[in-house]
């Protein structure tokens, strides 16, 4: 499954939680709530901002891009920290790739 996860985020593609995750910032941290098992889970800042970056689709590189200017990181840090915690998140069933659902009629 890491390797494709890694696969998706090179292509760009986006990664998005899954309907059933329900998500709430308090203080620095964001709590997501797997409604379908009631287990909890807790992110911290940096999570945090993948976390509301997935809500909103954005594409993986856009990610890192803008945490790695956020956080004054290098790029390839954030990207491989970032991906972990991609892959954790899809190992939960809190995240899955993207379904497109936008069609040209």
Known sequence: MRQDTASTQQTNEC???VAY?????????TVLLNAQSGRY????AVGGDI???????????SIVAS?????DTPF????RDGR???NRLQ???LAQRAVDTDRSE
């Open 67 to 71: 945490l790695a200017s956020k956080y």
């Open 41 to 44: 889970y807790s992110l911290n």
């Open 15 to 17: 990664i998005e939680p």
């Open 21 to 29: 995750v329900v998500s709430v910032v308090q203080g620095d941290r």
């Open 51 to 61: 976390w509301s970056a997935l809500c909103a689709r954005t594409p993986w590189v």
């Open 76 to 79: 390839d840090t954030i990207d």
């Open 84 to 86: 972990i915690l991609i």
């Open 91 to 93: 190992e939960a069933g």
